[in-house]
C-alpha cells in the first residue's frame, strides 16, 4: 500500500508560479513512477505530467509542455510538480500517483493516487 500526500495548492495569478509536492510512503519510493493528474470541474480527469523512477525519463501532456516541470527527490520520497506561466485553464484540483509497472506515461499503469490539492487561477 502506497500512501500519498500532497501540498503546495492555492490561489495564484495568471503568469504566476507555484510548486507542488506529494510525500510518499509505504514502499519503496524509488521503485514506484510517479505522476500529476488535474481535474477540472465538469471535465475529465488529465494526466498531465509523470517520470520515471530513475527520473531520467519525464512526460508532459501537450497542454502544460514548456510551463510543468516534474522532478522527484528518492531520497526524500517526494515528487514535485513545478508550474509556471499559469493560466486561468489550468484551474483544478492537483492529485499524484504512483504506480509500479513497466509503462510511465499513462494513468492506467498508476494504481495510487492522494487525494488532491485545489489549484486556482486567476485573471
Known amino acids: 500500500q502506497v500512501q500519498l500526500v500532497e501540498s503546495g495548492g492555492g490561489l495564484v495569478q495568471a503568469g504566476g508560479s507555484l510548486r507542488l509536492s506529494c510525500a510518499a510512503s509505504?514502499?519503496?519510493?524509488?521503485?514506484?513512477?510517479m505522476g500529476w493528474s488535474r481535474q477540472a470541474p465538469g471535465k475529465e480527469r488529465e494526466f498531465v505530467a509523470a517520470i520515471s523512477r530513475s527520473g531520467d525519463s519525464t512526460y508532459y501532456a501537450d497542454s502544460v509542455k514548456g510551463r510543468f516541470t516534474i522532478s522527484r527527490d528518492n531520497a526524500k520520497n517526494t515528487v514535485y510538480l513545478q508550474m509556471n506561466s499559469l493560466k486561468r485553464e489550468d484551474t483544478a484540483v492537483y492529485a499524484c500517483?504512483?504506480?509500479?509497472?513497466?509503462?510511465?506515461?499513462?494513468?492506467?499503469?498508476?494504481?495510487?493516487w492522494g487525494q488532491g490539492t485545489q489549484v486556482t487561477v486567476s485573471s
Open positions: 500517483a504512483a504506480g509500479s509497472g513497466i509503462v510511465f506515461t499513462r494513468p492506467s499503469y498508476y494504481g495510487y
Open positions: 509505504g514502499r519503496t519510493f524509488s521503485s514506484l513512477n
